[in-house]
């Protein structure tokens, strides 16, 4: 299955993915994670995209389009993979199409923005290994420390208030147009990202026409 979860940035694309990435046990693929260890290792697509995330901007389509490409060439790919939080821009769709990626579904995670703006101020994200925590909605079993891989939590430099409105921004400037994209190939499947994320999670799986 190849599926993306789509979404303005808060709508909780990140921790669905990785949920679903066990249960039907294909890789969850974050561009934002990808970029992000880039950052850290300090490469030179890292300090590229660096510039544009403190800004809330997107990363150039270019640079995108070729992680991805690479990424999803890989071993573990070749039974699906979930996208999450990409593609971001109509050119990153087609790029997508180009390459031969058939899109099954796409799963659109739907948030207010004013529910997103609070939200942000409780996200904390691994530092080592990308996996996304809320301080009350989906707290780490010890504080400040990741379940999955004992790292320590941070919040993303880039969920500061005035940040998250400029993502935001960009969002329905840039990316939401992508619904009507794949609406038009009959791909599109909305939830209501407003529930808890157990909720969110089964929503998902019955939209997928799998078992809850
Ligand atoms: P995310 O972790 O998905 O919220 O992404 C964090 C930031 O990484 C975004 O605000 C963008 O600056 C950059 N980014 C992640 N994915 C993409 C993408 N598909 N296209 C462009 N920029 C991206």
Same mark, same amino acid.
């Given at each position: 299955? @190849? ?7 808060? =709508?909780?694309?990140? +921790?669905? $993915?990785? +949920?679903?990435? @066990? ?12 970029? #992000? ?11 590229? $995209?660096?510039?544009?995330? %403190? *800004?809330?901007? !997107? ?18 790919? /070749? ?8 593609? /971001?821009?109509?050119?990153? $769709?087609? =790029?997508?199409? /180009?390459?031969?990626?058939?899109? %099954? ?7 207010? %923005? ?8 409780? #996200? /904390?994200?691994?530092? #080592?290994?990308? $996996? ?5 909605? *989906?707290?780490?079993?010890?504080? *400040? ?19 998250? #409105? ?7 400037? !840039? +990316? ?6 794949? @609406? ?14 157990? +909720? ?13």
């Amino acid at each position: 299955m @190849k599926l993306i979860l789509f979404g303005a940035p808060g =709508a909780g694309k990140g +921790t669905q $993915a990785e +949920t679903l990435s @066990k249960e039907l046990r294909i890789p969850a693929i974050s561009t934002g994670n990808i970029l #992000r260890e880039a950052i850290q290792n300090k490469t030179p697509i890292g300090l590229e $995209a660096k510039r544009f995330m %403190d *800004n809330g901007q !997107l990363v150039p389509d270019d640079v995108v389009i070729g992680i991805v490409e690479e990424r999803v060439a890989r071993d573990d790919c /070749r039974n699906g993979y979930i996208l999450d939080g990409v593609p /971001r821009t109509i050119a990153q $769709a087609e =790029a997508l199409e /180009r390459f031969g990626v058939a899109i %099954d579904n796409v799963v659109s995670i739907e948030i207010e %923005d004013s529910v997103i703006e609070a939200r942000m101020s409780g #996200r /904390r994200v691994c530092g #080592r290994c990308g $996996a996304s925590y809320h301080i009350t909605e *989906n707290p780490p079993k010890i504080e *400040n420390v990741c379940d999955v891989c004992g790292g320590a939590l941070v919040a993303r430099a880039d969920d500061k208030p005035e940040t998250v #409105r400029e993502r935001l921004v960009v969002y329905h400037r !840039l +990316t939401e147009p992508l619904k009507d994209f794949y @609406k038009s190939r009959g791909k599109l499947l909305t939830v209501d990202g407003n529930r808890p994320i157990r +909720t969110v999670h089964n929503e998902i799986l019955a939209a997928l026409g799998k078992s809850v």
